[in-house]
């Protein structure tokens, strides 16, 4: 292995040079190591996997075990129901009406950035 000074003092050619030469030894524990690791982090990602997908199913079994039924908002009126369903409408409305005008600001910025460039 070549030391800093050794590589400071070489022309540019003979980097180049030695860049394309493609025969670089690799110490023989270096590429057991590689190997070892590589094995063993498969094995963790194959065990992993199985474990992963019992939990989301015992998650899901779970809350579907723990719901009722029977729905928890529920309105004898129909105008009042009506009027609830207007009132969420309305806010939902007002949210995205929101969001369009920041991004109509933010388009309007970007504009006047990209027009100075």
Do not use: C, N
């Given at each position: 292995m070549r030391k800093l000074d050794e590589i400071s003092r070489l022309s540019a050619s003979d980097l180049e040079r030695i860049s394309l030469d493609e025969k670089i030894p690799v110490p023989e524990e270096l590429a057991s190591r590689?190997?070892?690791v590589t094995?063993?982090?498969s094995r963790h990602i194959l065990w992993s996997i199985p474990v992963a997908a019992a939990l989301a199913a015992?998650?899901?079994v779970g809350i579907g075990l723990t719901r009722d039924s029977e729905p928890a908002d529920t309105f004898d009126d129909p105008y009042l129901a009506y009027a609830q369903v207007e009132a969420v409408f309305a806010k939902i409305s007002d949210t995205v009406a929101y969001?369009?005008?920041?991004?109509e600001d933010t388009e309007t910025r970007i504009d006047k950035i990209s027009y100075w460039k």
């Amino acid at each position: 292995m070549r030391k800093l000074d050794e590589i400071s003092r070489l022309s540019a050619s003979d980097l180049e040079r030695i860049s394309l030469d493609e025969k670089i030894p690799v110490p023989e524990e270096l590429a057991s190591r590689i190997d070892s690791v590589t094995r063993s982090q498969s094995r963790h990602i194959l065990w992993s996997i199985p474990v992963a997908a019992a939990l989301a199913a015992l998650v899901a079994v779970g809350i579907g075990l723990t719901r009722d039924s029977e729905p928890a908002d529920t309105f004898d009126d129909p105008y009042l129901a009506y009027a609830q369903v207007e009132a969420v409408f309305a806010k939902i409305s007002d949210t995205v009406a929101y969001g369009a005008g920041k991004i109509e600001d933010t388009e309007t910025r970007i504009d006047k950035i990209s027009y100075w460039k």
